[in-house]
């Protein structure tokens, strides 16, 4: 709503209010003639000022308009950063920015869709790579951008499996900007310090009797922090569960090749996702992901499973990398970096195609993206940074860019929107939900089989939707 319509908007709210409140006293027939009277006219001319104020109100010659879902402060401040790369390459171009609040997009998805689908798309907007994208390149929303592609070098600066989440029957649809890595233990260094604890976990055995160590410690609510109120979180607990298995494996699960419920390293995700629920908070289905966050910070938990967009979290907190706090890889999946990566499209027939492009010049320049990037808490999605690039980061997001080049594999998040079609990602969550309330604290051998059952399903169910062959070594 526009200012001016809020401001008439909250006019005629207290002349009804008023008029209503002398109709009842009067009780008179004339006074609702008066009352209908002095309304229609307020309506109607708060009807004609709002339209010709809408038609005569200042528009800027030369617009960029785009939509992202950043909305919180270090969100805020890293696509304001963005932005102005852009507007010191194109001074001309005024920016409008309409940002839509909902953690990974799920309020945002709700607000595109409509405006694309009505021919009013902006001139780029936000997704995550990946399947999230298939919708609007099946339905010829998106244009290919194989010539901005060559133009900009980026083929040879973007990963092999980055490129293939933008890549769509041979035609790039969209520019990354970024990479959050999913895989990412976070702990609290002051707690397994005082535990005799060290850090170097990289065996699931060696995880959970660290748990079995801390749960000794009662001044603790939980080893394990989960905030699942967005059943998101567990899934993606779970998500980290499954590439632990293998690279083959997680290869297999999400180009739609595990059917069979009985499947061996399945059931031991499954059964290990189980486990891990037990050294959680009784009140994990309460919170938020950034609240189970803050209980690692308060000292109330010891580890905690979540991207690394709680990396702000931290920072926000005034906590120090390396003194209150530490990561390491997902048990058994040290050599390995997950991907979800944010990126934006040019849509089809947008009213200012030359903006939207170089937006996008932008968006994957190693400019733009050291400056959106260490303010956002991810990484460039390039591997061509230098020393002084990196310098421009944090102590984590140093290490994240280490592991990044040193990793021998990588994979497309599920969860986050990219490694399985949405046919099969709309049954996720409510099946690890299901698994999460009746196996907690509990025999889980019969929740483990109906959950294997049920995502084994889902997979058949939506087979004809698998067209993307993931390479992921």
């Known amino acids: 709503m526009l200012p001016y319509e809020r401001k008439v908007l909250k006019g005629l709210q207290g002349l009804n209010s008023y008029l209503g409140d002398y109709k009842l006293k009067k009780n008179s027939g004339a006074m609702k003639t008066v009352y209908v009277l002095l309304l229609a006219i307020i309506i109607t001319g708060a009807t004609v000022g709002v339209g010709v104020w809408y038609f005569t109100r200042p528009i800027p010659a030369n617009v960029l308009e785009i939509y992202h879902w950043w909305t919180s402060g270090g969100e805020s401040a890293a696509i304001n950063a963005l932005v102005n790369v852009f507007q010191s390459k194109y001074p001309n171009v005024s920016v409008i920015q309409s940002p839509v609040a909902g953690g990974a997009g799920y309020v945002f998805k709700s607000v595109i869709k409509p405006l694309v689908l009505a021919g009013e798309a902006p001139d780029a907007f936000q997704l995550h790579a990946g399947y999230e994208m298939k919708p609007y390149v099946d339905g010829g929303y998106l244009d290919p ?18 490129k293939d989440m933008v890549n769509f029957s041979g035609n790039y649809y969209a520019v990354p900007v970024n990479i959050h890595r999913p895989n990412v233990v976070w702990y609290n260094k002051h707690i397994l310090d005082a535990n005799g604890i060290s850090a170097s976990i990289t065996t699931w ?42 690279i083959d494996f997680y290869q297999d699960f999400i180009n739609g090749k595990i059917t069979v419920a009985t499947n061996s390293q399945l059931n031991d995700a499954l059964t290990k996702f189980a486990k891990y629920l037990n050294y959680t908070n009784d009140n994990h289905g309460t919170l938020t992901w950034d609240q189970a966050t803050a209980m690692l910070i308060s000292g109330k938990s010891a580890f905690n499973i979540m991207g690394d967009w709680a990396n702000g979290e931290f920072l926000k907190a005034g906590a120090v990398y390396g003194v209150d706090y530490g990561t390491f ?16 499209e040019h849509p089809k027939g947008v009213k200012h195609p030359d903006n939207s492009l170089n937006w996008l010049k932008v968006v994957g320049s190693k400019d733009g993206q050291n400056a959106f990037n260490p303010l956002k808490g991810s990484i460039s999605a390039r591997t061509d940074l230098t020393d002084s690039d990196k310098a421009l980061y944090g102590p984590y997001q140093k290490a994240a860019i280490a592991d990044f080049k040193a990793a021998t594999y990588m994979y497309p998040s599920t969860v986050h ?4 079609p949405e046919s099969f990602t709309a049954k996720l969550d409510n099946i690890i939900s299901a698994l999460v309330d009746s196996s907690r604290n509990k025999d889980s051998t019969a929740a483990v089989s109906a959950a294997a059952a049920s995502l084994t399903g889902a997979v058949t169910a939506a087979s004809s939707d ?5 390479k992921l070594h």
């Open 145 to 162: 951008i194989n010539d901005l592609w060559s133009s900009e070098g980026f083929e040879s600066v973007f990963p092999a499996v980055v």
């Open 466 to 470: 698998f067209v993307k062959v993931w």
């Open 329 to 344: 890889p997902v048990p058994g999946t040290s050599n390995i970096y997950g991907l979800v990566v944010d990126c934006f």
């Open 417 to 420: 929107g990219s490694g399985m």
């Open 205 to 246: 055995g060696d995880f959970f009797a660290a748990c079995d160590i801390l749960k000794q410690n009662t001044t603790l609510t939980s080893p394990i922090s989960l905030g699942d109120q967005g059943p998101w979180a567990a899934t993606h607990v779970l998500e980290q569960l499954m590439v632990s298995e293998g």
